[in-house]
T-cell receptor
């Protein structure tokens, strides 16, 4: 019973295509995130949604558009894919309560390895 | 700007050794610090979370400490096993930044049988 699940796990596509990655969490969390892990394994925040509202947009190109139909889902749509978009994309979730004094442990999905050729 | 650094970048030890992984951060204004494990080609598994008011957390053979004022955390692994081989990542949640995690580059641990 996976807590944070992403699909697909692997995605190989040509430059210029549009693709989507889906994420679902069954933890009852209010906040969901997208992180990007580059070829050097460095993880960096892209977006954060809280109760379907965008709260973090970390200077990501506008070809990337997150969409949250409800607080359990956060999908990532990428237009006009470029070679440099190749990376592993991780979805995560956590509670949105007062960060101090609460258990705000973040849980991650298994990642989507995107390869643009 | 918050920066997180992990030393060493890679570590190889024989089975059975106790070891310490280090994490430092430049700004002490954090809500908590979280240690993760990442196996090759896999996602991140949360190991321990230390809230800013805490000094340490323990789970099995793992013990994580936090000294917020000096900007340091350590992850202690007792009696290491080959199954502990993975990349260990630490991350902090800074104040007033929407709950995002800022990660270090990770320490790649190899435990030899």
């Amino acid at each position: 019973d996976t807590a944070v699940s992403q699909t697909p796990k692997y995605l190989v596509t040509q430059m210029g295509n549009d693709k989507s990655i889906k994420c679902e969490q069954n933890l009852g969390h209010d906040t969901m995130y997208w992180y990007k892990q580059d070829s050097k394994k460095f993880l960096k925040i892209m977006f954060s949604y809280n109760n379907k509202e965008l709260i973090i947009n970390e200077t990501v190109p506008n070809r990337f558009s997150p969409k949250s139909p409800d607080k359990a889902h956060l999908n990532l749509h990428i237009n006009s894919l470029e070679l440099g978009d190749s990376a592993v994309y991780f979805c995560a979730s956590s509670t949105d309560r007062n960060w101090e004094g609460m258990n705000t442990e973040a849980f991650f999905g298994q990642g989507t390895r995107l390869t643009v050729v | 700007k918050q920066e997180v650094t992990q030393i060493p970048a890679a570590l190889s030890v024989p089975e059975g050794e106790n070891l310490v992984l280090n994490c430092s951060f430049t700004d002490s204004a954090i809500y908590n610090l979280q240690w993760f494990r990442q196996d090759p080609g896999k996602g991140l598994t949360s190991l321990l979370l230390i809230q800013s008011s805490q000094r340490e957390q323990t789970s099995g053979r793992l013990n994580a400490s936090l000294d917020k004022s000096s900007g340091r955390s350590t992850l202690y692994i007792a009696a290491s096993q080959p199954g502990d081989s993975a990349t260990y990542l630490c991350a902090v949640i800074p104040y007033n930044q929407g709950g995002k995690l800022i990660f270090g580059q990770g320490t790649e641990l190899s435990v030899k049988p």
